[in-house]
């Protein structure tokens, strides 16, 4: 299976930026296959939400974000494809959570624009973001 490792979390005042990074085991997707890889994030007693997510469809690439972080979050990718990176700007303390990066199979259309968990077959362990006031 795809092995993903986030690194990057730490604490940080609001205002503030991280960026953080996560590698796959393997690059898992051709030029021309479908798929996606993102970002989600789990608060402590509250459901894991979506936080950025790219998809590549026949070979065009789109980025999505979830309404809370337009504007402050970026989503981006090497052209190895077996990165994928976060830049955290202007940081809330209700950005604080742990965060995941996540990556569907080879070949699956993400339907829901790579922000829905049942996009994504591969989670990384996290990495814990905390800001503070």
């Known amino acids: 299976d795809l092995q993903l490792v986030e690194s990057g979390g730490g604490s940080v005042e609001s205002g503030g930026s991280l960026r953080l990074s996560c590698v796959a085991s393997?690059?898992?997707?051709?030029?021309?296959?479908?798929?996606?890889m993102g970002w989600f994030r789990q608060a402590p007693g509250k459901e894991r939400e979506a936080v950025a997510a790219i998809t590549y469809d026949g070979g065009s690439i789109r980025h999505a974000y979830a309404d809370s972080v337009k504007g402050r979050f970026t989503i981006s990718q090497v052209s190895a494809k077996n990165s994928l990176y976060l830049q955290m700007n202007s940081l809330k303390t209700e950005d604080t959570a742990m965060y995941y990066c996540?990556?569907?199979?080879?070949?699956?259309?993400?339907?829901?624009?790579?922000?829905?968990?049942?996009?994504?077959?591969?989670w990384g362990q996290g990495t814990q973001v905390t800001v503070s006031s």
């Open positions: 393997a690059v898992p997707y051709t030029d021309y296959s479908d798929w996606c």
């Open positions: 996540a990556a569907s199979r080879t070949f699956t259309i993400c339907t829901g624009g790579g922000l829905e968990v049942d996009d994504h077959t591969y």
